[in-house]
């Protein structure tokens, strides 16, 4: 079977199995959502096989099934409609289907540079960015002590930032310091999570708060990585932070 159309298989089997997961009961779905996460690295690590190293099993494979956790957390937060539930389905098997793509360039451009693998990179940026924001979203739509919105937001973000500081450079091996980088970030997404959580603000306000930390810590970081931390790309992450303070206080009183 050629690698697209293992993709497709993929897809949709895992948009079948996220089909079915809308209609398991309350008690049963956290578990239903684990079984799925499962099930999601495994299909992945099968579509992905044909180039795939022991290390990417760790760096490049648990972000399809961390989307696929995501999209069905954050599904059962929307209004049970038949648009909700259609558009979701949408986006969640476009989404799925380009993320294969990219986690296969990834692992077919190791050692070497395609050129797909700047669009790859962008693709894999926004993704990330998109799962920071529905596991975020998620985590304080718990209504969870503060200490535990810490713990949680700095848990899940975890590999998320050591997967894409590792596919900047899409080395062979796991570096000590990206595991480092990885670890550091985390901490601080902890602690600002925290603060969040005392302050009165809006759960997604919050959320997009701690997704726009993360765009601009990661886009500094990969500039760095690849050398090409320049004034001009300083300025400009200068320029949205400064934006991204700007916002906050403007929707600092809204909850």
Known sequence: MRRREKFVVSTFLLLI??????????????????????????????????????????????????????????????????????????????????????????????????????????????????????????????????WANGLLIGLVHYPLVFMSLWSVNLEDFIAKDLLVYSLIISVFLAELSVLLSLIPISIWNASLFITGMIYLILGILNSFLRGRLFKNTTREYSLMAILLAVLFIIFFPLK
């Open 17 to 146: 199995m996220f089909f079915v997961l809308q209609y398991v009961s309350l008690d049963w779905r956290y578990w239903g959502i684990a079984v799925f996460g499962i099930l999601s690295y495994l299909i992945s690590t099968w579509a992905l096989s044909d180039d795939l190293q022991l290390h990417e099993r760790l760096t490049i494979v648990p972000l399809p099934a961390m989307y696929a956790m995501s999209v069905s957390f954050f599904y059962f937060l929307l209004p049970s409609s038949l648009l909700s539930r259609s558009g979701v389905l949408l986006v969640f098997g476009l989404g799925l289907y380009a993320l294969l793509l990219t986690c296969n360039i990834y692992s077919v451009a190791k050692g070497r540079t395609i050129q797909l693998l700047y669009a790859a990179n962008a693709v894999g940026f926004l993704i990330v960015l998109l799962i920071s924001l529905l596991l975020s979203n998620i985590v304080f739509s718990f209504k969870l002590p503060f």
